[in-house]
């Protein structure tokens, strides 16, 4: 039996809300991840991807995210002193349902929360999504020479199938070799799990602070 498409709504957790991301939230997004250290792992096409201004940023994103073929979020924060504030994005795409495939990525965050709750449980929202509406394979990948990115995906407990060779193009002409990584359906159960454990233990059931950076 096929997958089913995931409707585009919110996705509500305890830290965070996943809201689907309208070009109209383009200039707050750049707000939150429009860092120089955000692009320097490779997200965007790398270095030469950023863009300094709200402007700029929003004509960028034009062409990057997943406006359709997938569910393209913002995620705010709920709660505490900060509460609502947008501080990343991440997308469940390249959905296909008669294969039961998807892709999770397209994920930043304003580097004032990286560390916390939030990546966690937005990935535990995301997977759920999918394999709640019958995904079979989630994909998630990281260009080869993002070592934190490939650690942080590694740690969620997806099994590293290899590397994708001149994969994409980063945005300064080179080729990126792509790690790839997957969760199957037959491992979300124990992933669950874990990422469970991993939302109460980081999240103490205190709201998230920004981190000095």
Same mark, same amino acid.
């Given at each position: 039996?096929?997958? $089913?498409?995931?409707?585009?709504?919110?996705? $509500? +957790?305890?830290?965070?809300?996943?809201?689907?991301?309208?070009?109209?939230? *383009?200039?707050?997004?750049?707000?939150?991840? #429009?860092?120089?250290?955000?692009?320097? +792992?490779?997200?965007?096409?790398?270095?030469?991807?950023?863009?300094?201004?709200?402007?700029?940023?929003?004509?960028?994103?034009? %062409?990057?995210?997943?406006? %359709?073929?997938?569910?393209?979020?913002?995620?705010?924060?709920? #709660?505490?002193?900060?509460?609502?504030?947008?501080?990343?994005?991440?997308?469940? #795409?390249?959905?296909?349902?008669?294969?039961?495939?998807?892709?999770?990525?397209? %994920?930043?965050?304003?580097?004032?929360?990286?560390?916390? @709750?939030?990546?966690?449980?937005?990935?535990?929202?995301? *997977?759920?999504?999918?394999?709640?509406?019958?995904?079979?394979?989630?994909?998630?990948?990281?260009?080869? *020479?993002?070592?934190?990115?490939?650690?942080?995906?590694?740690?969620?407990?997806?099994?590293?199938? +290899?590397?994708?060779?001149?994969? @994409?193009?980063?945005?300064?002409?080179?080729?990126?070799?792509?790690?790839?990584?997957?969760?199957?359906?037959?491992?979300?159960?124990?992933?669950?799990?874990?990422?469970?454990?991993?939302?109460?233990?980081?999240?103490? +059931?205190?709201?998230?602070?920004?981190? %000095?950076?």
């Amino acid at each position: 039996m096929a997958a $089913t498409l995931p409707d585009r709504g919110i996705l $509500t +957790g305890r830290y965070i809300t996943l809201e689907p991301l309208t070009r109209e939230l *383009l200039p707050e997004l750049h707000a939150a991840i #429009g860092h120089p250290e955000v692009f320097a +792992g490779g997200y965007g096409g790398g270095p030469k991807g950023y863009r300094d201004t709200a402007a700029a940023f929003v004509e960028w994103a034009e %062409t990057y995210y997943q406006w %359709t073929g997938g569910n393209a979020y913002a995620i705010r924060l709920v #709660g505490g002193s900060h509460d609502g504030a947008l501080v990343g994005t991440s997308t469940l #795409g390249d959905l296909n349902p008669a294969l039961e495939y998807a892709h999770l990525g397209w %994920t930043a965050y304003d580097p004032r929360v990286w560390g916390t @709750v939030v990546n966690p449980e937005a990935k535990l929202l995301l *997977l759920g999504l999918a394999f709640d509406h019958g995904f079979g394979r989630v994909k998630i990948q990281a260009d080869v *020479l993002n070592t934190r990115s490939r650690a942080a995906i590694a740690k969620l407990g997806a099994t590293f199938e +290899g590397i994708s060779r001149r994969d @994409v193009p980063r945005a300064d002409g080179s080729w990126r070799d792509s790690a790839v990584f997957s969760i199957i359906v037959d491992e979300w159960p124990a992933v669950r799990a874990a990422l469970e454990q991993r939302v109460q233990d980081q999240g103490r +059931g205190v709201p998230v602070e920004y981190k %000095t950076v």
